[in-house]
């Protein structure tokens, strides 16, 4: 089978190798839909500490069910699959609370462990979710959706308040449309204009603010003055996650789900005297990924726009490094295997 392996940053190298063979529990999955992301991006430009090469990347996947190993029942061949790419232990104080997201000693596919950029991939089956009824590009959209979902589940959003989320990219969009459909209303704020717009007709947010144009004055305005309850940084810019603590409402909670390698500081006494509570969101759960796939049939997310880029297998290591300049307009890109 073939398999694009990312030999060292900047170099991606298409191989053949050898095809798995599912175990007890697992299953064999033929590849249909990769999507790519900040992540493999970081990976491909070499600015991702701690990571090694090779790494075969991918972990937002799609595919079908081509082969089936014992004690897998709920799944037959054919079947068409998302892939939870988290391999927790089980075991840890995390995973035993049911928090599998941040256990001790996860793996994520494509970042701690090769990943689904690759024609076939075996993944037990207990990772896998059905994903009747979405196309196969539906279905590799999910994972990067859930992070957005987790963080608006972390906020515990409620019907009416204002949310403020920051950073338009695709986690800041996840994080819209699930504040959205939780009832909130939403101020998107970015420093790109084209991106506010795309949120405003896609999410859809009810308010945008350019963080170049006096933000806290038009948030103000905006919330007549009480200032979001909720704030949700999705820029994975250190200096906007600090401006946040000022754009909270007294009692509010600020969410980081996008993330720094760097130190974050904040003003105590502003911390304190609005009582805020500072949350981090990492991956995402079982039931995150239930609820985008609901949401997705129930025909709540426009996943044709969401998608902006795509490339077949072959031809991706080509296309790659168009997809890392923002002036192309990508969102998501997606790389496809097979013709349908
Ligand atoms: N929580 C998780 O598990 C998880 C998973 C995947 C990605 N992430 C993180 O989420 C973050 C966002 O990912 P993405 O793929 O959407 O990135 P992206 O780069 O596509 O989007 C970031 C957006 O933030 C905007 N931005 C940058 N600086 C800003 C500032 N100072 N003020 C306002 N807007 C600003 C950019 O214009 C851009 O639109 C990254 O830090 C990424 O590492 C977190
Ligand atoms: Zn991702
Ligand atoms: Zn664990």
Redesign the pocket.
């Known amino acids: 089978m073939k398999t694009i392996v990312c030999e060292e940053p900047y170099r991606f190298v298409l191989k053949e190798t050898e095809t798995p063979v599912p175990a007890a529990g697992e299953a064999l999955i033929k590849i249909r839909r990769i999507g790519i992301?900040?992540?493999d991006l970081?990976a491909y430009r070499g600015n991702q500490p701690f990571f090694t090469y090779p790494r075969i990347l991918g972990h937002e996947l799609s595919g079908e069910i081509a082969g089936l190993g014992p004690e897998t029942s709920g799944f037959a061949l054919g079947d068409r699959v998302t892939v939870m790419p988290y391999l927790e232990c089980g075991k840890c104080i995390a995973c035993r609370s049911g928090r599998t997201n941040c256990c001790t000693s996860l793996l994520t596919l494509g970042v701690h462990c090769d990943g689904g950029m690759q024609e076939y991939y075996v993944m037990p089956v207990d990772h896998l979710i059905k994903a009747d009824g979405l196309s196969l590009d539906q279905a590799a959209v999910v994972e990067c959706l859930c992070?957005g979902a987790?963080?608006v589940e972390r906020a515990a959003l409620r019907q009416d308040e204002f949310a403020l989320v920051?950073?338009?990219?695709?986690?800041?969009?996840g994080a819209m449309k699930y504040a959205k459909l939780a009832g909130a209303k939403v101020i998107a704020?970015?420093?790109?204009e084209e991106?506010l717009a795309f949120c405003k007709s896609w999410a859809p947010a009810d308010y945008t603010v350019n963080?170049g144009n006096d933000p806290l004055r038009h948030i103000a305005e905006i919330t007549g003055g009480d200032m979001p309850t909720a704030v949700l940084d999705?820029?994975?810019?250190a200096?906007?996650m600090e401006?946040s603590f000022q754009y909270a409402a007294n009692g509010g909670r600020i969410v980081f789900?996008?993330?720094?390698k760097s130190d974050i500081t904040f003003n105590d006494p502003e911390f304190h005297r609005k009582e805020l509570t500072l949350m981090?969101?990492?991956?995402?759960t079982r039931r995150n990924f239930e609820q985008v796939i609901d949401s997705i049939r129930g025909g709540h997310v426009d996943t044709d726009r969401f998608i902006t880029h795509k490339s077949s297998f072959e031809q991706m290591i080509g296309v790659y490094d168009a997809w890392l300049k923002p002036e192309t307009g990508v969102i998501k890109a997606m790389v496809e295997i097979g013709n349908d």
């Open positions: 992301c900040g992540t970081h992070i987790h963080a920051i950073g338009a990219g695709p986690i800041g969009l704020m970015d420093i790109n991106r963080v999705a820029t994975g810019n200096k906007s401006a789900v996008g993330l720094v981090s969101s990492r991956n995402a």
